[in-house]
């Protein structure tokens, strides 16, 4: 009942910046937590970064002090500000967000079908 679309990925130098967005539709009433996580070929699927509705945000190590992650309750977008990118942050992107669809429900995740960064060196 929560759809996700990414956009913004593409391919760009180290050390260079993109802008992901995550766009939600649907029953985005519901919406808590929104983030980003990354899968590389051969790799685990890991937490990038997330933010809640009040803008508290967590941060992997790895990304820490290059990535800010932000989110425009008005219009259900999340946005990943990535900078001096790295030949390792290379990856499928995916957005994520956990939502309660019915008073006294459980959450559940939904997912968007992805966006690849790619970093050259």
């Known amino acids: 009942q929560v759809q996700l679309v990414e956009s913004g990925g593409g391919l760009v130098q180290a050390g260079g910046s993109l802008r992901l967005s995550c766009a939600a539709s649907?029953?985005?009433?519901?919406?808590?937590?929104m983030g980003w996580y990354r899968q590389a070929p051969g790799k685990q699927r890991e937490m990038v970064a997330n933010?809640?509705?009040?803008?508290?945000?967590t941060y992997a190590d790895s990304v820490k002090g290059r990535f800010t992650i932000s989110r425009d309750n008005a219009d259900n977008t999340v946005y990943l500000i990535m900078n001096s990118l790295k030949p390792e942050d290379t990856a499928v992107y995916y957005c994520?967000?956990?939502?309660?669809?019915?008073?006294?429900?459980?959450?559940?995740?939904?997912w968007g079908r992805g966006t690849q960064v790619t970093v050259s060196s």
């Open positions: 994520y967000g956990d939502a309660k669809l019915y008073a006294g429900g459980p959450y559940k995740d939904y």
């Open positions: 649907g029953s985005t009433f519901g919406l808590n937590g």
């Open positions: 933010i809640f509705r009040d803008g508290i945000a």
